[in-house]
């Protein structure tokens, strides 16, 4: 397997994800519209492009994480205008499905193979390599990137049609909101029971129900 990889985009995620993977023995070939976070990147040994398509021809597989539509919709065209031959295209943005769907369009016509790969985890998760990688699209090219996700995170799953792992997305961001209106909830009536807000959660957090909604959340 070739240990060449291209982000776009090193921000929180995208630079914490290169680095956990300059760790492994990788080759992260990596851009950013921002001057300084190619600059810090480049000291910890990511090699730094001039933009998104030298990205494309330089590296196989190529993993975008981007902070709005208008800045995927940029690095799409540049991929697909860089003449590279056709690339794995990894977006791992959260975004709203027609934006994912608008990203592969313009790939498509040069060959190039989308995947919507949204990451289930924090920035701080990422440095620890605690993400889920929510994969989806063609299932050949999710299988071919499998151990560049084992890499950076600690599970991924091939969740079939494409849009598919933002669906998935939109489903546990859904979760999570409901937990945290019951949990502030939960500490609401605790409060007006007079008992202590500190004591509530220590001990509700050991109970085995409490145990298992954490572990389901985190999937």
Known sequence: MDKTVGIVGLGIMGSAIARNLVERGWRVIGFDVAAARCAELARAGVTIAEDAGEVARGAPVIMTSLPDPAAVVEVARQIAGSAAPPRIVVELSTLTLADKLGFEAILKPSG????DCPLSGTGAQAIN??????ASGDSAAIAQCAGLFADFARQSAD???YGNGSRMKFIANHLVAIHNVAAAEA???AQRAGLDPKMVV?????APAARACSRCARR
């Open 187 to 189: 500490m609401l009536l």
């Open 159 to 161: 969740l079939c049609a």
């Open 129 to 134: 390599r605690d993400l889920v990688v929510y």
């Open 202 to 206: 220590d001990w509700s957090a050991r």
């Open 112 to 115: 190039h193979i989308a995947l």
